[in-house]
């Protein structure tokens, strides 16, 4: 049986501004990688009134740690700020997301087998798309979401508390609920600048033996695309395994063992016991494969600059020739990353008139921080059926584009990642 090392633990309560040291070990060793400039917070969509005010921008540069391997970026913006309370994104409008996330519940009920009607709780839990599938496994379910979009998993049905979650809340949580089985923090626990507030609040709240199970974009998968629009002052940190075992020994989880899963254009998700508990050999085989592929050493991004400036310059050089044709190239969706995206290429309105979205979205009508660029229901898309379109979420291209294909759509679709290329069918 393997255990958690007793480590020293260094400070995981970020401050706001800029950061010197690892947000996981500590150490000074850190290698700049790509920056990617000033920019607004890619969530802060703006209003048609607020285009004539003043914009908070913030530096946006991935680095890397040369002495536990953790990639990240040097500024943590405050969390209300980013999750403020209109928040625009919700889980539960795309398909392929949902199949994903109430999946991670299935896997989790199925593999640990918790007693019928225990608690099961997602942090950061949006609209209570995960928990559903916990509900529909028997399991009693429990969100924590900061944002008002709490108002939607609850009027669904899903149980959530709108709050920031912490050790204050998960004491709440304790007297009211009881000790949780099994906790998810999917597409978050990257987020987190209080991260030592929120693993001291899991260690309380979850039952000895209990599972804590996170999904995070997966740095070798973002070194492997030249993935640079994942990288946000949301994403604080881009992990892979050994860092993430680091961190959660200091707090007393075992991991145990990892898969590698599509989602937002490829993740990890990692099992973490409260306690002792021994590694799969799965985990073991991943470990290897890092190792193998040389992410930890002085070479892991060896060409990633190279590569995020080649696609900025092929996408730009096709919307300025298609824009001097009279033929500006509208987008398709508007998740997070676009905002990264469309300001390091510098894509305003003479190149994109507008971005599409479908019409649940809560971001019809708001503009693009940055670049302004107007979001729209899709129905015009289908309107003027453009020759062009860029697909800004391209990481679910295959499922979006046979969506659009069966609607109607008859434009070429342009994906700027992980290469340039243009799909007719």
């Known amino acids: 049986m ?13 401050p706001h501004g800029h950061l010197e040291r690892c947000q996981i070990c500590g150490g000074d060793a850190l290698a700049p990688v790509l920056d990617l400039g000033h920019q607004p917070p890619c969530d802060s969509l703006l209003t048609g009134a607020q285009l004539n005010a003043a914009e908070r921008v913030y530096p946006l540069r991935l680095l890397q740690c040369r002495d536990c391997g953790l990639a990240q970026i040097d500024y943590a913006v405050p969390p209300e700020i980013l999750f403020h309370p209109d928040y625009p994104y919700r889980s539960g409008i795309t398909p392929t997301l949902v199949r994903n996330l109430q999946g991670t519940a299935a896997t989790i009920v199925d593999t640990y087998r918790p007693p019928p009607g225990s608690l099961c709780m997602d942090i950061g839990s949006n ?4 928990l559903k599938g916990f509900r529909a496994k028997g399991m009693r379910p429990l969100g924590i979401e900061a944002t008002n979009i709490a108002a939607l998993a609850n009027a669904d049905g899903i149980e959530t508390i709108q709050a920031f979650f912490g050790e204050d809340v998960a004491r709440k949580v304790i007297a ?36 804590f199970v996170t999904e995070s974009h997966y740095l070798p998968d973002l070194i492997a695309t030249a993935q640079y629009d994942s990288i946000y002052h949301e994403h604080l940190k881009y992990y892979a395994l050994k860092p993430l075992i680091r ?20 993740s990890i998700r990692v099992y973490a016991i409260k306690g002792k508990a021994a590694p799969t050999s799965r985990l073991a085989e991943y470990l290897a494969a890092e190792d193998a592929a040389g992410i930890y050493g002085p070479d892991a991004f060896a060409g990633f600059a190279d590569l995020v400036r080649r696609s900025k310059l092929d996408l730009q050089k096709f919307l300025i020739e298609q824009a001097l044709a009279g033929r500006p190239v509208p987008g398709i969706g508007c998740p997070g990353r676009s905002s990264t995206l469309l300001n390091y290429c510098n894509i305003d309105r003479d190149l994109m008139p507008y971005i599409a979205e479908q019409s649940s979205s809560l971001k019809l009508g708001l503009f693009l921080p940055g670049k302004h660029i107007p979001i729209v229901d899709e129905a015009r898309l289908f309107a003027e059926q453009p020759e062009y379109a860029v697909m800004l979420s391209w990481h679910y291209a295959a499922p979006i584009i046979r969506s659009l294909r069966e609607k109607g759509l008859r434009s070429k679709i342009v994906l700027p990642l992980p290469r340039f290329r243009i799909v007719a069918d």
């Open 176 to 211: 009211s609920h009881g000790h949780a089985k099994a906790i998810t923090a999917t597409n978050m626990f990257a987020h987190v600048p209080n991260l030592g507030d929120l693993l001291r609040g899991v260690s309380a709240l979850l039952a000895e033996g209990g599972v």
């Open 247 to 266: 961190l959660f020994a200091y707090y007393g989880f075992s991991v145990t063992d990892a898969e590698k899963i599509s989602n937002y254009g490829g």
């Open 2 to 14: 393997t255990q958690p090392i007793a480590l020293a633990v260094p400070p995981h309560d970020l």
């Open 127 to 130: 609209d209570g798309t995960l």
